[in-house]
């Protein structure tokens, strides 16, 4: 019990904790995913199915790091992560409250299969009544939140922009001259309050996953199906979503973290950092709304039952792959960045 009281403590008490302790946190929580999903696996094996689970965990895991990389996980994890570091915050647990609040759905599906609830079908088959009520509710949610959150680091853009070319011109910079002012920054002030804590963004990332639009969601929640009527047991079923859960909050919280990294090497070395700062935070803004421009233009033209060539074509575009090249942009700026700063310390 005393062990139980002293956990708890230090949860409500977890924003003055030291950096380190907290990555320990975020990172403990993601290992304890992998080791319930082995768990399950190895308790659910002892029969005959044995080959035919591992091979369906593994297929769901590797799911779980292809669909982590989608080009909303990416936007949406940056952007929030860009708005908490601008609040002199560290969100190390940002990816992973969003990825567990994402992950919570498939989960919740997985539930409802193993326990042979047939009604979890209908939300599974494409063009259905319950399919399309939660895909308006995933994209409408999704678009909105990147849309609200590419406004915000654009007006964060232009002001970072704005900072650089006066420092370039012999100004000075100033504690707050990195944070996001101006008409945008105040009108969307208190939508965004609600957003206070990396916790929050696990509702957000609930609400992404209402989609079930995604191709990896659907293939999980169908050979979950099939492996029931192979005879694999509930326990190795449930291996499933756990394996795809422990891959994807393995995959964010590292792509959080290394985000948090990037922008407070920005914040805290203002000067020489500056035209990072702006390049990094423009690539923020332009990915959230080109991402929330496509999200959107597919809900209109699924709520709407539309047959016009912009929104049919925008909502046929998959953002699976284009993620990678996202990830790629940032890669390449940070190691600009570094190189730069090497060369400036070495001609000091």
Same mark, same amino acid.
């Given at each position: 019990m005393t062990a139980l009281t002293e956990f708890a403590t230090m949860y409500r008490e977890r924003e003055t904790l030291s950096l380190r302790t907290r990555l320990l946190f975020t990172f403990g929580a993601v290992a304890a995913l992998h080791v319930?999903? &082995?768990v399950l696996l190895l308790a659910g094996t002892a029969g005959a199915a044995q080959p035919l689970a591992l091979g369906l965990v593994i297929t769901a895991y590797v799911a779980g790091i292809k669909h982590s990389y989608d080009w909303d996980h990416i936007a949406a994890i940056d952007n929030s992560t860009r708005k908490f570091v601008a609040q002199h915050k560290d969100p190390v647990s940002v990816g992973?409250?969003?990825?567990l609040g994402h992950s919570s759905v498939v989960i919740l599906a997985g539930l409802l299969v193993v326990a042979g609830a047939t009604l979890i079908g209908q939300f599974m088959e494409d063009g259905t009544t319950g399919n399309k009520v939660l895909g308006l509710i995933g994209s409408g949610v999704?678009?909105?939140?990147? %849309? !609200?959150?590419?406004?915000?680091? #654009?007006?964060?853009?232009? @002001?970072?922009?704005?900072?650089? @070319?006066?420092?370039?011109?012999?100004?000075?910079? @100033? +504690?707050?001259?990195l944070e996001a002012? #101006?008409? &945008?920054?105040?009108l969307l002030a208190k939508p965004l309050s609600k957003v206070e804590r990396p916790r929050n963004i696990y509702v957000i990332g609930f609400l992404f996953g209402l989609g079930f639009d995604t191709a990896t969601t659907i293939g999980l929640l169908v050979i979950t199906t099939t492996a029931s009527l192979a005879g694999v047991s509930p326990l190795a079923l449930m291996a499933l979503p756990l394996a795809f859960t422990a891959a994807m909050t393995l995959c964010d919280s590292i792509n959080g973290v290394a985000m948090m990294k990037m922008y407070k090497s920005a914040i805290?070395? +203002?000067? @020489?950092? %500056?035209?990072?700062?702006?390049?990094?935070?423009g690539i923020s803004a &332009?990915?959230? *709304?080109?991402?929330?421009? /496509? !999200?959107? $233009?597919?809900?209109?033209?699924?709520?709407?039952? %539309? $047959?016009?060539p912009l929104? !049919?074509? %925008?909502? #046929? /575009?998959?953002? $699976?792959?284009? $993620?990678? /090249? *996202? &990830? #790629?942009m940032f890669v390449l700026v940070w190691a600009v960045s570094a190189m730069r700063g090497r060369t400036v310390r070495a001609g000091a």
């Open positions: 319930a999903a &082995v992973f409250a969003f990825s999704s678009g909105l939140f990147l %849309l !609200t959150m590419g406004l915000f680091n #654009g007006s964060a853009f232009i @002001r970072a922009t704005q900072v650089y @070319r006066n420092v370039q011109a012999g100004g000075e910079v @100033r +504690p707050d001259d002012k #101006g008409f &945008v920054a105040r805290h070395n +203002p000067r @020489r950092k %500056l035209g990072f700062n702006a390049v990094i935070t &332009v990915s959230a *709304l080109f991402i929330a421009v /496509i !999200t959107l $233009g597919g809900f209109i033209n699924s709520a709407f039952e %539309l $047959g016009d929104t !049919t074509w %925008l909502a #046929g /575009i998959d953002l $699976g792959d284009a $993620g990678l /090249i *996202l &990830v #790629g």
